[in-house]
């Protein structure tokens, strides 16, 4: 497995990404530590949910505690962040009776939510070109035509399909520290208000930080091939709609 080991190496890893998948918003690296790393700013502000640190992250690293994520009862349960305030312990409990009165989440629901395995202390986000300290996760975010790569890439390098997650967009990340494999979140409304660049197109992948570069290598590779394919596939389409019958090989020698 290729191992990414300098920040160098992070930042290569990131652009390659970013132009392969010609993603809008940049690779984010989140890392749970239990203490917070040497010159990175601790948050200063106020985050509406957890999964805003994403796209304050793309503007530098933060570090995060707990308080810093109490106005999101549901990302404080998912991180399993350290010893809530009462009030925040309290709300998750009214969140979860409000999901349960619509019919959007119900108990059993509950238990199936992937949450982090300890409580955590600290969370860094950051771009991924400029991570401080490895990643636990590598978030991307891309459209259906990227997504279909990516999905095409877990297939060859987990050996397997990826989960697809719907709520809450959040547990996308214990899903993947807990599996060691990518999983795939669709989002969740909450995500889709609180985050400016999370379009109707976009989903959310989140890669495990120990395989980031085997998956930017496969993915580069899988582009290609699809780019390949897909004027293989329009050149063919057009002249079968003009009437001719090609074979394969007629179809192919257009490419040419």
């Not at 949910?49 to 530098?60: L, R, V």
């Not at 990516?150 to 990340?173: F, K, W």
């Not at 807990?178 to 979140?185: I, Q, T, Y």
Request: proline share 7%; aromatic share 4%; with cysteine.
């Amino acid at each position: 497995m290729t191992q990414v080991d300098t920040a160098q190496d992070l930042n290569a890893v990131s652009q390659q990404l970013t132009q392969t998948l010609t993603l809008q918003l940049p690779p984010i690296a989140v890392t749970v530590t239990a203490e917070p790393p040497d010159g990175v700013a601790a948050f200063d502000g106020v985050a509406a949910a957890g999964c805003q640190f994403w796209d304050i992250a793309s503007k530098g690293p933060v570090v995060t505690s707990t308080p810093d994520h109490e106005l999101c009862a549901v990302g404080i349960h998912t991180l399993q962040m350290e010893a809530p305030s009462d009030t925040c312990t309290q709300e998750i409990g009214e969140v979860l009776s409000v999901l349960g009165d619509l019919g959007y989440v119900r108990e059993s629901d509950v238990a199936r939510i992937p949450i982090m395995p300890r409580p955590s202390t600290h969370v860094v986000y950051a771009p991924l070109s400029n991570a401080p300290v490895a990643p636990d996760v590598v978030m991307l975010f891309a459209d259906a035509r990227h997504s279909l790569v990516i999905t095409e890439a877990v297939e060859q390098i987990e050996e397997g399909l990826p989960p697809a997650l719907g709520r809450p967009a959040c547990a996308a990340i214990p899903q993947a520290i807990n599996s060691g494999r990518a999983a795939l979140s669709l989002g969740c409304c909450g995500a889709r208000a609180y985050l400016d660049g999370l379009r109707d197109e976009v989903a959310i992948w989140a890669i495990p930080g120990d395989k980031i570069a085997v998956y930017a290598d496969r993915i580069k590779t899988l582009a290609h091939a699809n780019q390949v394919l897909t004027q293989f596939h329009a050149r063919r389409r057009e002249d079968i709609e003009s009437g001719a019958r090609p074979t394969v090989q007629e179809s192919l020698a257009r490419l040419s």
